[in-house]
């Protein structure tokens, strides 16, 4: 059971205003370089969010996090999101997750 992510996109999370996209050729591999504070770590913090259950970020975790206040991950208060794009199995998939201003997520649909 193989998963193969062939384009990310970010909107408005963290440090990313507007849209990023990341495109991987498949089989291929993204190499992200920048300067610092160009948003490098809000991609890896997107991520992150995306793929855990809870929508939380490691590093920003804390103990009785209360959906309220992921509103922080959202850019100046404007809705975020993050896509994820790709192949699971030899079947393209495509998957979403959005978080309002207020700190609500919904995933379309629901991640791996």
């Not at 991987?24 to 490098?40: I, Q, T």
Request: proline share 7%; glycine share 14%; charged share 20%.
């Amino acid at each position: 059971m193989g998963r193969l992510i062939t384009r990310i996109e970010i909107s408005n999370f963290r440090g990313i205003g507007g849209a990023l996209l990341l495109d991987a050729p498949k089989g291929g591999s993204v190499l992200v370089w920048a300067r610092n504070g160009d948003g490098k770590s809000s991609i890896a913090d997107a991520l992150d969010w995306f793929f855990q259950p809870e929508g939380h970020v490691g590093h920003l975790k804390f103990s009785g996090m209360k959906p309220a206040r992921y509103r922080h991950l959202a850019h100046l208060g404007t809705p975020a999101s993050v896509k994820v794009t790709g192949e699971r199995d030899g079947v393209p998939f495509s998957c979403e997750r959005r978080l309002s201003p207020d700190g609500s997520a919904t995933s379309i649909p629901a991640p791996f």
